[in-house]
Each structure stands twice: as structure tokens, then as C-alpha cells.
């Protein structure tokens, strides 16, 4: 089994974060919303992860009744990889995406990320489409595929909208690091290296990378040759997947599409302490 060098990044203790209590004081708390808020001491293991979820679906007829401070809105959403790092973090989270998602735990609306209104959102994440700089899709490219560059459209509009914002994607993509994340820094089983552009001054401090001997590739529709040769030939279930990303809620598909809830409830809070600040 491999032993975890003492240091992680944990969405729980964070400088500049705030406590779920803090965040709701002088609101109308929502029991059932605030019982998927981290707090020092919760059980982040699998099962765990499936109960916040189960909590969460219990509220989300009600969300409307449930006062949070900050609404966030997630652009480009898939099924909610980084939509659920941002409730953790404790945004009113909206997603957008121009394909139905059924699996989308929040507040969703099918529409285009490049002419969705933005007027009204406090908090702005946009996780653009990967494959036009991705190593997954390097070997479609090669074979002519074109794929859309969508970063430098949603960069003009995140920027004219005076809106604080993160846009995230993969290593090779045109966008200003500001920080890089991996999944290792959050103790899970992917090596999931993704770069982060923020609007916002980001000062943390990152433990670096403490790769697992044995990491769980997740990646394009199953486990491509690509993958299982980065992984030695071992191919992963979907349950190790899941269990790998912090991720219970959605298809294969949409987990390889995915980034770990951890990484943008991590900015998440720095984007809180952003708000509060001002
Ligand atoms: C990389 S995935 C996002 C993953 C998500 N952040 C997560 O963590 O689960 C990109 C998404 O962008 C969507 N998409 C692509 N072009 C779009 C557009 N013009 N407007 C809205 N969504 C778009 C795709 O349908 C896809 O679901
Ligand atoms: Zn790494």
C-alpha cells in the first residue's frame, strides 16, 4: 500500500477559507444544505461521498428555499465534476451546458456557455472542452480532427463581465497557470494534473505532487490503449474510477470528463475568501 507523505492540500483547512458556519451566519440556514459542507473531522471515504450526495438529492427540490450567500455559475458543466467541488465550497451553483444533462446535481439550464447571460452571478467557472489541447485526443488530431478552441471566446466574455472567474483546463492549453492541481495533493489515486486561470490573486502555498505507485488512469470512453500503457496494462473498474475522483454521481463518460470536486472546492473557498474580502 503506499504510504502518503504527511503533507496534503485539504479543502477543510485551508488558510483564508471559512467554515460552513461562518459562510451561513446571518442567513437563513438550510439544515439539509449545510450538512454537505466539509468540517473538520468528516469521513471523505467513498461511502461518505455517496451520502453527501444522497443528503444533497434530498435537498435539491428545496434549493430555492436555501439562502447561501454566493451564486456561482458553472460553465460548460458536463454532469458537475467541478460543479460539486463549488457546493462544497458553499456557492448557490447554476450549470450550463449545450448538451442536456440529466445527471447534473444543481440548478441546470441546457444553452450555449458563449451567450448565456452572466448578469447575476457573484462567481464564474468555466471548464471549456479539452480535446483541441489534450493528450487524450493528440492521436485524432494527428489524423485531422479539428476541434474547437472555445478558451480565448469565454476569456473575453469572463473578463467584460467584471465577474471574479476561474477557467480550467488541461496542461498544453492556452491559459495563465495560475495554479496547477493534482489529484495526489488531495490524497486521491489520479494523477490529474489541471491548470487554473483566475481573476482573482490566488496565495497558497501547494504541497507538490506525491504520485501514487499505482495511479487509476481515467480517461476517453473506457480505458484506451493509451491509458492502459500508461498504467502498465492494468485496466481500472468504474468503481475504482469513482472511488479515484471523489465522483459517485455520473456515467464513465462523464467521469473522464471531469475534474475531481476537490480541486474547485479548493479554489472555490479561495474565490469565497476573494468575495468576502471586498
Ligand atoms: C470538459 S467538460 C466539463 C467537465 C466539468 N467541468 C466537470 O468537472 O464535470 C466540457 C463540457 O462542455 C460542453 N460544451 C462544449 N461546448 C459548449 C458550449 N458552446 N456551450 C455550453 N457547453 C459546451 C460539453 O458538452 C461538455 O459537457
Ligand atoms: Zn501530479
Known sequence: MHQRRGFSLDTRSNPGTRSSGSLLKGHRACSRVSTTFPTPGDDFSETAAVTRLGSLRSCRPSLASCQLIYRALDLFCCAGGAGMGLHRAGFDVTGVDHNDQPNYPFHFRQANALSYPLDGFDFIWASPPCQAYSIASASQRVRGKEYADLIEPIRKRLVASGIPW?????????????????????????????????????????????????????????????????????????????????????????????????????IGRQAIAALESH
Open 166 to 266: 476561474v477557467i480550467e483546463n488541461v496542461p498544453g492549453s492556452p491559459i495563465r497557470a495560475d495554479l496547477i492541481l493534482c489529484g495526489s495533493q488531495f490524497n486521491l489515486r489520479v494523477i490529474r494534473h489541471r491548470l487554473f486561470e483566475c481573476s482573482f490573486p490566488i496565495f497558497v502555498l501547494t504541497p507538490p505532487c506525491n504520485h501514487p505507485p499505482d495511479p487509476v488512469v481515467v480517461v476517453g470512453h473506457g480505458t484506451t490503449s493509451w491509458a492502459r500503457k500508461k498504467n502498465g496494462g492494468k485496466c481500472h473498474t468504474s468503481k475504482e474510477k469513482r472511488a479515484a475522483m471523489g465522483i459517485q454521481w455520473t456515467t464513465r463518460e462523464e467521469l473522464s470528463q471531469a475534474i475531481p470536486p476537490a480541486y474547485s472546492e479548493f
